[in-house]
């Protein structure tokens, strides 16, 4: 449920089995990411789980509601005689994007970044159905465009890339974005609330669904996952990383 390709690793030794969770989506809000295989339950023993958002303030609204949203930020920037610049990680989220925001409802032209586009070919190789869009090129004249929506790598905002767009209003779309400070700190006009990681009420479906009586929490906030899981019962723990604060850098791993 996270990105095309993410896996699960089980393991059984001496009738005991644990599972390693890799990155996976499970919304409270019961969405689907329906650019990768859904996120499968496996029963097991001990549970290392992800917990990128684990704490209760990321719980993610609708789908379909915060796609509204962004067609709506969408129809006013082409109102005002603008672009949109929409950002998001070329892996998983763009083609989320895409599949979300490139429909009969459009307002506008969608293209895309050319590392969005060369992602998206490996996704229709893979048999994932995206909608056709336009890639950007030296060549795209967007004085000739109207009210276009372009999906680029975060990597782009204030680059000269980005300034070729001519008048334009940016995005960026991350579970980050349900961090005042996190928009902020980013400098975009709007920040949209979109996540390919589980929210807090996805992790405990998630490991509810395992049946596990340990847990294992790594890469994120797992202090309170662990506390709150301890207090449920569950011999819980956390196991620390090398990873660091991804909510503001530049590195592609698809929040």
């Given at each position: 449920?996270?990105?095309?390709?993410?896996?699960?690793?089980?393991?059984?030794?001496?009738?005991?089995?644990?599972?390693?969770?890799?990155?996976?989506?499970?919304?409270?809000?019961?969405?689907?990411?329906?650019?990768?295989?859904?996120?499968?339950?496996?029963?097991?023993?001990?549970?290392?789980?992800?917990?990128?958002?684990?704490?209760?303030?990321?719980r993610w609204a609708p789908q379909t509601e915060v796609l509204e949203?962004?067609?709506?930020?969408?129809?006013?920037?082409?109102?005002?005689?603008?672009?949109?610049?929409?950002?998001?990680?070329?892996?998983?989220?763009?083609?989320?994007?895409?599949?979300?925001?490139?429909?009969?409802?459009?307002?506008?032209?969608?293209?895309?970044?050319g590392a969005v586009a060369r992602l998206n070919e490996a996704y229709r190789a893979a048999g994932v159905a995206l909608p056709d869009v336009e890639t950007v090129t030296p060549e795209t004249n967007f004085?000739?465009?109207?009210?276009?929506?372009?999906?680029?790598?975060?990597?782009?905002?204030?680059?000269?890339?980005?300034?070729?767009?001519?008048?334009?209003?940016?995005?960026?779309?991350?579970?980050?974005?349900?961090?005042?400070?996190?928009?902020?700190r980013r400098s975009v006009d709007r920040g949209f609330v979109f996540s390919d990681h589980a929210d807090w009420p996805g992790l405990l479906s998630a490991i509810r669904a395992t049946g596990a009586e340990r847990v294992i929490v790594t890469h994120g906030d797992e202090g309170a996952l662990v506390r709150y899981l301890t207090e449920l019962g569950l011999q819980a723990e956390a196991f620390a990383t090398e990873y660091g604060d991804e909510a503001l850098t530049g590195v592609e791993v698809g929040a």
């Amino acid at each position: 449920g996270h990105v095309l390709g993410s896996a699960q690793v089980r393991l059984e030794h001496g009738g005991d089995v644990w599972v390693v969770s890799g990155d996976y989506f499970v919304s409270g809000a019961g969405d689907a990411n329906t650019t990768c295989a859904p996120f499968e339950p496996v029963r097991c023993d001990v549970f290392i789980t992800e917990s990128t958002f684990g704490l209760p303030i990321y719980r993610w609204a609708p789908q379909t509601e915060v796609l509204e949203d962004m067609r709506a930020w969408w129809a006013d920037c082409a109102a005002q005689g603008k672009h949109a610049l929409l950002m998001g990680y070329s892996l998983g989220k763009a083609q989320r994007l895409v599949a979300g925001l490139a429909t009969d409802e459009a307002p506008g032209p969608v293209l895309v970044h050319g590392a969005v586009a060369r992602l998206n070919e490996a996704y229709r190789a893979a048999g994932v159905a995206l909608p056709d869009v336009e890639t950007v090129t030296p060549e795209t004249n967007f004085k000739k465009l109207r009210g276009a929506l372009v999906i680029a790598p975060p990597a782009v905002q204030d680059s000269r890339w980005a300034k070729a767009l001519g008048p334009h209003s940016d995005a960026f779309a991350s579970g980050w974005m349900r961090l005042r400070g996190a928009r902020r700190r980013r400098s975009v006009d709007r920040g949209f609330v979109f996540s390919d990681h589980a929210d807090w009420p996805g992790l405990l479906s998630a490991i509810r669904a395992t049946g596990a009586e340990r847990v294992i929490v790594t890469h994120g906030d797992e202090g309170a996952l662990v506390r709150y899981l301890t207090e449920l019962g569950l011999q819980a723990e956390a196991f620390a990383t090398e990873y660091g604060d991804e909510a503001l850098t530049g590195v592609e791993v698809g929040a």
